[in-house]
């Protein structure tokens, strides 16, 4: 594999063809410089940190869907309770689904330190919350556990993945604010060959995190910094 940059023929008449014999013509030179192109244990692992990414978002997504419903019925759950999808919250979610309860007895379910709350949990929870509301409530909580659950079974799957790197993971977390997920975030973008990069700047480079260096007489230019591989720039 081969960035296509790197074999673009001289601007002209341009076919399938000619754009074949150019490129067999430069590997027959030695003059083609291979991609990155990790290893076939480092790939699946990549496969699975990035579903993850997708699976994290899409819990974001539906938590975000789950919050704006309640706004709409103007239940200030979220402006009481720190973490509207703990233990307590839960429990006012499933109790708000069912519609049997009163705002006193759903601010009862909350549990430890929530409880001192109590009082303006009962406020929060008087809204105008009608039958389809707690259809699209109980639709999205559905759908937010089966995620969750999904996620569980994944993160196990890349624990057993990760076996191999115990060393390297114990090293990259040595770094302030790398934690374990980050650091198999970094393993499965990056490997663990460090070799396959001429320099520190390449990496930092090609993970796009290395702002351009355009100066011309004293004034600086673009500093554009270069897309890189988006999965390990986000993380």
């Not at 699946?44 to 309640?70: F, G, I, P």
């Not at 499965?188 to 355009?214: H, I, K, R, Y």
């Not at 554009?224 to 720039?233: A, D, E, H, Q, S």
Request: aromatic share 4%.
């Amino acid at each position: 594999m081969a960035n296509a940059q790197h074999v673009k023929k001289v601007p002209g008449r341009k076919t399938d063809v000619k754009d074949a014999e150019w490129i067999a013509d430069l590997l027959c030179h030695g003059l083609l410089r291979p991609s990155f192109v990790p290893p076939k244990p480092i790939r699946e692992l990549r496969d699975l940190t990035r579903y993850r990414c997708k699976l994290v978002e899409s819990q974001a997504a539906e938590r975000n869907r789950l919050l704006k419903v309640l706004e709409t019925t103007n239940i200030k759950l979220a402006s009481v309770a720190t973490d509207v999808f703990g233990i307590s919250g839960r429990l006012m979610l499933r109790a708000l689904i069912q519609g049997r309860a009163t705002p006193q007895e759903m601010a009862d379910l909350a549990k430890k330190k929530l409880r001192s709350k109590i009082p303006q949990l009962k406020l929060a929870l008087e809204g105008k919350l009608e039958e389809y509301h707690r259809f699209l409530l109980k639709l999205q909580l559905d759908r937010l556990e089966r995620v969750e659950g999904d996620l569980a079974t994944l993160e196990r799957y890349i624990q057993e993945k990760l076996k191999p790197y115990a060393a390297q993971l114990a090293l990259l977390q040595e770094i302030p604010g790398v934690d374990r997920t980050l650091a198999a975030v970094i393993i499965a973008e990056l490997g663990v060959d460090m070799s396959v990069f001429q320099t520190v700047s390449q990496l930092a480079s090609w993970a796009g995190v290395c702002p351009g260096n355009n100066e011309s007489a004293g004034k600086r230019k673009s500093s554009r910094i270069p897309k890189g591989n988006v999965y390990l720039k986000t993380a």
